[in-house]
């Protein structure tokens, strides 16, 4: 059995496990997912703790900044965006990657937006107003 969780703290009233979960079931997965209570400074013995049973986690913040150097490989947009929001547990290396970015993407052009007022370079995406910082977090 795979596990895969998300982590943070407070962590209780993630509803990614019944989501999650429920996804698993669906597809025929033997797959477990959990909420677990991790703060920041638990994180990098938590990290270095998986084995081969797990698959991968979702993180909350702070933690999705906090894990970027704890990590083996991380992809462009985390790079560029200075967050990970998940972690792929692969052939016993962690690689960070940034889901959110695409997700916040994706609704806004569903909503009809397909031009921005403002061009969010790479640095502005990192030190930006409450909306970039939203997106990150």
Known sequence: MKQLAILGSPI???????????AYQALGLDWTYRAIDCTPDRLASFLTSLDETWA?????????????????????????????NTIVVADGQLIGEN???????????????????????????????????RARD
Not at 12 to 22: F, V
Not at 106 to 130: K, M
């Open 12 to 22: 209780g009233q993630a509803l990614s496990p019944a989501l999650h979960l429920a």
């Open 56 to 84: 991968g986690l979702s993180l909350t913040m702070p933690l999705k900044r906090i894990a970027v150097p704890l990590l083996d490989r991380v992809t462009d947009t985390v790079v560029q965006i200075g967050a990970a």
């Open 99 to 133: 889901t959110d970015l695409y997700g916040m993407t994706q609704a806004l052009r569903e909503a009809g937006v397909t031009t921005a007022a403002v061009h969010w370079t790479p640095s502005r995406w990192r030190s930006g107003g409450v909306e970039s910082r």
